[in-house]
């Protein structure tokens, strides 16, 4: 089955600075990749997804670049500010019938006032 | 336009007891994942339904049981509870086919098992 590894588990920054997110896939078949923020005590929100007919994608400060070759995938976050602070999951699925998601294993971001 | 519904929001329950957990879907979604999530992990996969029928599932025992109604919303069920059972259970919704892939989920059920 798929299996997505996630680096790295712990991610601190100082506001204004931009944070890297990185991930790794094995099931070539997936195509689907999106990203969820997770705040303490709450439900994990999608926020940014990608899918594989693309190599980047870009929502205001959040980007998400995708080399299918590699299998790897990345979340950038630019000119973060303290509200970004909250766990990372990267998640990749294939749709065929609705298929599950398959999440890695979280990043906790910090900003630095 | 309504989220994903999950409730109880909490629940304490004693080893070997049973629980059942509920979900409503987005409007609009017809079909319905959960997920375990344990303290400090990613969510895990535990099964799908839809159109009432269990459709894919994770690596979960048996205890771990689902149902889904004509009006989309599902129940998960988990016998003999284990103190390992203690997690944040989060339902998904989805709409199946036309090319749509997000998952949104709920709140969450946060269950304790002492």
């Known amino acids: 089955g798929e299996n997505v590894e996630q680096h790295p588990s712990t991610l601190s920054v100082q506001e204004g600075d931009s944070a890297v997110i990185k991930c790794t896939y094995s099931?070539?078949?997936?195509?689907?990749f999106p990203w969820y923020k997770q705040e303490l005590g709450k439900r994990p929100q999608l926020i940014i997804d990608?899918?594989?007919?693309?190599g980047e994608k870009k929502d205001q400060r959040i980007a998400v670049t995708l080399n299918k070759t590699a299998k790897h995938f990345s979340l950038h976050i630019t000119e973060t500010q303290p509200e970004d602070s909250a766990v990372y999951f990267c998640?990749?699925?294939?749709?065929?019938?609705?298929?599950?998601?398959?999440f890695g294993t979280g990043t906790r971001l910090t900003i630095i006032p | 336009d309504a989220g994903v519904t999950q409730s109880p929001t909490h629940l304490i329950k004693t080893r070997g007891q049973q629980v059942t957990l509920r979900c409503s879907p987005k409007?609009?979604?017809?079909?319905v994942s959960w997920y375990q999530q344990a303290l400090g992990q990613g969510p895990q996969f535990i099964f799908q339904?839809?159109?009432?029928?269990?459709?894919q599932r994770g690596n979960f025992p048996d205890r771990f049981s689902g149902h889904q109604f004509p009006n989309y919303s599902s129940e998960l069920n988990v016998n003999a509870l284990l103190l390992g059972d203690s997690a944040l259970y989060l339902c998904?919704?989805?709409?199946?086919?036309?090319?749509?892939?997000?998952?949104?989920f709920g709140p969450g059920t946060r269950l304790t098992v002492t």
């Open positions: 998904a919704s989805s709409l199946s086919g036309g090319g749509a892939y997000e998952q949104y």
């Open positions: 099931d070539s078949a997936s195509n689907y």
């Open positions: 990608i899918r594989s007919n693309v």
């Open positions: 998640a990749a699925k294939k749709n065929f019938g609705n298929e599950k998601l398959t």
């Open positions: 409007s609009g979604h017809d079909t």
């Open positions: 339904y839809y159109e009432e029928e269990e459709r």
